[in-house]
């Protein structure tokens, strides 16, 4: 039996989820393309604070009921004063 070499869609969206750091900016990319690197991105384990920011700031509804269903939020660091005031 002979197997399908993966497609070229898949690989470029398998190196895609390497680099995904490196990206500025992922709202030009076609709902199904999105999707499919976001599911891609989590299996691999890849979903950090900065990647979870881009796929946000996409807007693309899809993405963001996914976000929501998987209950995935912002960790929040709270800033913390260095000096309360000048006497420390």
Known sequence: MRTQPPSLL?????ASVLHLSHFPDLSPLPDHILLDLFLKTLRA???N???L?????TGKEEVLSLIQTLNIKHILNPVLP???SEKF
Do not use: V
């Open 53 to 57: 920011k881009l796929f946000l700031a």
């Open 10 to 14: 898949s690989l470029a969206i398998d």
């Open 49 to 51: 604070e900065k990647i």
């Open 82 to 84: 260095t000096r309360c």
């Open 45 to 47: 384990g890849k979903l």
